[in-house]
């Protein structure tokens, strides 16, 4: 997640900015003001005063606040999965080396951006379900693949139950570890052992 200071635009001169980076710039304001202050009482006219836009500029993109935090989480979901759609999708690799990797890679971007998370998920209602769908998605497939390739072996516990497990559990660590390497090898150790991961 790029976050960036104030630019000390004037509105006139932002304005002038093409559509995209204009609405990355309010995106990229609104997340230094998560990390900084909290969302909660964030207002539309802090966020237009922090991107260095004027306040009906950001309405030309967000319709509201709340579509405004929406994007943003959407935004931060967007980083987490890129890399493990790569990984899960790297027939190279073997099933239980692709979990592993998922896992790593999700908890180095909580670890990096930890204060922003906080933020975007824990501090202001999440307004779709669609980015948990495809994390629960990705991992429910990975699930299915280890065992199908008889590298994985879940029991008589459904997946579905394992993947709520799993999704829910991993958090814990990545807020009250204190030590990233060493957090990253117990979560890959409990993600293995659930799934019934062999040697």
């Known amino acids: 997640m790029r976050v960036m200071t104030n630019t000390g635009d004037t509105p006139t001169e932002a304005r002038y900015r093409p559509a995209e980076v204009r609405r990355q710039q309010i995106l990229d304001a609104a997340a230094q003001l998560a990390t900084s202050d909290g969302l909660e009482d964030t207002s539309i006219a802090r ?31 967007a980083e987490m999965m890129e890399e493990p759609r790569l990984i899960a999708a790297d027939d190279d690799l073997r099933w239980v080396e692709r979990l592993d990797s998922v896992v790593e890679h999700w908890i180095r971007y909580e670890f990096d951006h930890h204060e922003l998370y906080h933020a975007v998920f824990h501090t202001v209602a999440t307004h779709t ?24 072996d ?46």
Do not use: M, N
């Open 129 to 152: 379900e669609e980015p948990w769908y495809e994390a629960r998605t990705l991992l429910s497939q990975l699930i299915a693949g280890g065992a199908e390739a008889e590298e994985f």
């Open 47 to 77: 966020v237009a005063a922090a991107a260095g836009v004027a306040k009906g500029s950001i309405y030309l993109h967000f319709a509201s606040r709340d579509e405004l935090i929406a994007a943003l989480q959407a935004q931060v979901w």
């Open 154 to 199: 879940p029991g008589i516990v459904d997946i579905d139950v394992i993947v709520e497990f799993l999704l829910h559990g991993y958090v814990g660590p990545c807020f009250h570890h204190t030590e990233i390497e060493a957090a990253i090898v117990d979560v890959q150790h409990l993600f293995r052992r659930t799934v019934g991961a062999s040697d």
